[in-house]
């Protein structure tokens, strides 16, 4: 990409001079001002290109009462945006959101002491927000409402914001680069899971980042009596889904390791990964960033379980009055790729057959027919169906569990979280379904 082209898609400008009105106007008088001072856009500094574009936009604003005040007084679906009187470090952010039709109603681009803001005109969907979410440069940190997005850019680091922009055009031309970024943005998240040990019976460390986590996220959260982390998110009238991974590691993380990566497959240099199961942590806070935004109707309960490597004894020790109103749920601590274990070793079910066709319908949905029934080992999916609770426990990814040959393949975690997505987002489980599970 030659230069000029990324400094204007950068800062919101269609590179193929496509510009109409009055941002066609204050391009050409940047250009004009630009030559004048022997500046070339080959050469010219980014810095020294967002200055030319505030001087002169100072000017067009001066001489011209009749442009378009801030954002705000603008309908995007119906005029063009006024890009000159938009914060400089959010203008292309809103521009290709706009072109996406992820339509903005006012921004600000916090001016390198506050954060960002960006203001929506309708409730953002959980499509929407992935492609923002995905596009989120790894070390802004991003807080979604219905209709408001809030980045949080580290001090001196407001340049992220230019670099989120870029991938915001590089995703409406090329939808197929989502994926890209978002395997990214997915890969950032394990890392910092993967950084904190937790033994079986030393899980305080890790127990403490997530209770952190889902104050932000949940509407209730608890540690029980026995250690567990327990968490609900209420999304209007439907079934009770509990979602649960373990925060234990069967051995403590070596003190020498490094992460090594081959394309998309992990694994440690000393000891063993811990992919079992911070992939299945990571699989369940990135449905706690899609839940909200989804259209799913219902109640999220969250069990992050402690012990599990030791016979299970976390959910074994589940406080009871947590799991009364449980209608169903899905364990997230299966090796390998696209299994749907709905059964101890084919001797003991977990549930009615139906219960684990949702998640091979789910799968053709989203694109990903392989997805599944099969017989499985011990984890907490055969306690919750012990409990009396259907149950089914999916694959994240992970191979050679317990060993220092365990490896973790984050692509197929990902796709763990977009089937989970495909079941939310559709309402595929029912009240319906659970008498006949049940039954």
């Not at 001072?37 to 009749?66: C, G, P």
């Not at 395997?183 to 899971?193: A, C, D, I, N, V």
């Not at 694994?267 to 199961?277: F, M, Y």
Request: hydrophobic letters at 40%.
């Amino acid at each position: 990409m030659e230069k000029w082209t990324k400094l204007m898609i950068r800062h919101g400008f269609h590179p193929e001079d496509m510009e109409t009105g009055i941002t066609s106007q204050w391009l050409a008088q940047t250009f004009a001002a630009l030559i004048q001072r022997h500046q070339h856009l080959d050469t010219i500094s980014e810095t020294d290109w967002m200055e030319a574009l505030q001087q002169t936009a100072k000017q067009i604003v001066f001489y011209n009462d009749d442009i378009p005040g801030r954002e705000t007084l603008v309908d995007p679906t119906k005029n063009e945006l006024p890009l000159i009187q938009i914060d400089p470090y959010v203008r292309g952010i809103v521009r290709w959101l706009n072109m996406m039709h992820i339509y903005t109603v006012y921004s600000c681009d916090g001016e390198g002491v506050r954060p960002a803001t960006i203001y929506f005109l309708e409730d953002l969907s959980a499509q929407q927000l992935a492609i923002i979410r995905a596009c989120t440069p790894p070390h802004v940190r991003i807080r979604a409402e219905k209709r408001k997005v809030t980045l949080f850019y580290q001090r001196g680091h407001i340049d992220d914001l230019l670099t989120m922009a870029e991938r915001l055009y590089n995703v409406w031309r090329n939808p197929e680069l989502l994926m890209t970024y978002r395997l990214e943005t997915f890969k950032h998240r394990l890392y910092s899971l993967l950084s904190i040990n937790g033994k079986s019976g030393g899980e305080a460390m890790i127990r403490q980042m997530l209770y952190r986590k889902l104050q932000q996220k949940t509407d209730w959260r608890e540690i029980d009596d026995y250690g567990n982390l327990l968490a609900a998110v209420y999304c209007g009238n439907g079934p009770t889904i509990l979602l649960s991974a373990h925060m234990d590691t069967v051995r403590p993380f070596s003190t020498k390791r490094t992460i090594i990566e081959n394309g998309t497959v992990l694994n440690s240099s000393h000891g063993i990964l811990g992919a079992d199961d911070r992939a299945g942590i990571a699989v369940i806070l990135e449905i706690l960033d899609f839940i909200r935004h989804s259209r799913f109707k219902g109640t999220l309960k969250i069990a992050f379980t402690v012990e599990e490597e030791i016979g299970c004894l976390g959910s074994r020790h589940i406080d009871p009055t947590f799991l009364q109103d449980v209608d169903a749920a899905i364990v997230v601590d299966r090796r390998g790729m696209r299994d749907i274990v709905t059964s101890y070793a084919g001797i003991m079910p977990f549930c009615d057959d139906n219960y684990g066709r949702i998640f091979e319908t789910a799968g053709a949905l989203a694109g990903m027919p392989d997805w599944k029934m099969a017989p499985g080992g011990l984890s907490d999916a055969k306690v919750f169906a012990e409990f009396g609770i259907p149950s089914v426990n999916l694959s994240v990814g992970y191979e050679h569990e317990h060993t220092e040959l365990e490896t973790l393949d984050y692509k197929a975690t990902l796709e763990t979280v977009m089937l989970l997505e495909t079941v939310f987002e559709n309402n595929m489980i029912t009240k319906e379904l659970f008498a006949t599970c049940k039954g």
